[in-house]
């Protein structure tokens, strides 16, 4: 374990704002986990998870109390009757994951090539992209349960997936710190017609490999064509959500030539859109360039506050309600705080623990 004092939310997370954060506990062994939540608990720090800094968003005054990150690392193999089952420690770069599936002709995630994160933070919102989402493949994640000091495996069941969501999200946010994530990913390739945008490129480009190999390959040209870089540009991916509607909804956006995809309850309207539609698409917003060819995405171009970011984001969700009456929804989390529950085993009684945290446990590096 690494715990490192006064790190900079924005050198940690891909929009690049955010002030100081007090402890970064870096986490190389899963034992690791009950001391570093009990430093936490003893000194009444806040908590909270990162990964990758991809689909977070920092806060000007920082965070003051310990950011925990996962740096374990591994893939497992378990070979299954039509495929293989991965064990994936939560601290891989999902990409490399992505990369190691489909050399090997599994298919179930090539769609979600190139999503910048950790592999634990993967079903924290359901990433999902190009007509698959994580949770089609996840079979189960082995946690830490902060609320009671145990070590623990739940189902895809247990996790109650939704669009971007989880209850490691919503109901149970910051309860759980993931470990590992096991994917049943099948030998094959993705059911066609696959995604529009991937048909239309497969056909432009004449390609009829449809191997998980072949498909990364498209998804990752078309990602590249249209989203930002997060080494280069500062940006958080989609920054808003699309939008769910009921069936009469649904009728009623399809009547006015809204573009709307219809689910199996419903329709999905395309946020992106709305923004274009609302004439916002390429403007630059208090420092924040709504992105020219994904408009859902914000790229940080010269802000130099959660503020800035927070302003335009409020214009454009106003400017779209004022237009079409649609209130667009922040897709990344903003990092702010979980409070650590004391264990009753290892936490000292409040009596004797003090407010003014002392050096942490392990020093610098262990
Ligand atoms: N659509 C379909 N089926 C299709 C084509 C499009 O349902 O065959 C729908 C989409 O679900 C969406 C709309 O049409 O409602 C527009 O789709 P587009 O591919 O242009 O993407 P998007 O809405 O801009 C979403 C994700 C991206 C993901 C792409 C590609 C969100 C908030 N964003 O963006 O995810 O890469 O689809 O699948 O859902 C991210 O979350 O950071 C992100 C970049």
Redesign the pocket.
């Known amino acids: 374990m690494r715990v490192n004092e006064n790190i900079l939310i924005s050198s940690l997370t891909t929009m690049r704002l955010g002030g100081p954060a007090r402890y970064v506990i870096e986490i190389e062994r899963p034992e690791e986990l009950p001391e570093a939540y009990g430093f936490a608990a003893t000194y009444h720090l806040p908590t909270f998870v990162l990964g990758y800094g991809a689909n977070t968003i920092g806060h000007d005054e920082g965070f003051p109390g310990a950011i925990i990150i996962s740096r374990m690392k591994g893939i497992h193999e378990t070979p299954t009757p039509d495929g293989i089952q991965l064990k994936v420690m939560s601290g891989e770069y999902w990409d490399d994951v992505v990369a190691y599936a489909t050399s090997k002709g599994l298919t179930g995630i090539e769609g979600l090539s190139l999503i910048p994160g950790l592999a634990g933070a993967a079903p924290v919102q359901n990433i999902?992209?190009?007509g698959q989402e994580i949770s089609d493949t996840l079979e189960s994640i082995d946690v830490y349960d902060t609320a009671t000091h145990s070590f623990t495996t739940l189902t895809a069941s247990d996790l109650h997936f939704g669009y971007?969501q989880s209850i490691l999200n919503t109901t149970e946010s910051g309860r759980y710190f993931v470990i590992s994530i096991t994917l049943n990913l099948k030998h094959g390739q993705m059911p066609r017609p696959l995604?529009?945008?991937i048909e239309k490129y497969l056909s432009e480009h004449s390609i009829t490999d449809f191997s998980p190999a072949s498909i990364r390959d498209v998804v990752i040209a078309i990602r590249r064509s249209k989203?930002p870089d997060p080494l280069t540009e500062a940006s958080a991916?989609?920054f808003?959500?699309?939008i769910f509607l009921d069936e009469t909804a649904t009728e009623a956006c399809e009547a006015k030539g809204y573009p709307v995809?219809r689910t199996t309850d419903g329709g999905?309207l395309?946020s992106?859109w709305l923004i274009e539609q609302a004439g916002l698409a390429g403007q630059l917003i208090h420092g924040i360039r709504v992105s020219p060819k994904?408009s859902?995405v914000l790229i940080n171009e010269s802000a130099t506050s959660y503020t800035d970011l927070a302003t335009a984001r409020d214009e454009i969700i106003s400017k779209v309600y004022d237009t079409y009456g649609f209130w667009l929804e922040q897709?990344p989390v903003e990092l702010v705080a979980h409070l650590a529950s004391p264990s009753a085993s290892s936490a000292p009684s409040p009596s004797t623990s003090s407010s003014t945290p002392p050096t942490p446990p392990t020093g610098a590096t262990k």
């Open positions: 999902g992209a190009y971007r995604y529009r945008s989203l991916g989609s808003f959500k699309n995809h999905k395309n992106g994904a859902l897709e």
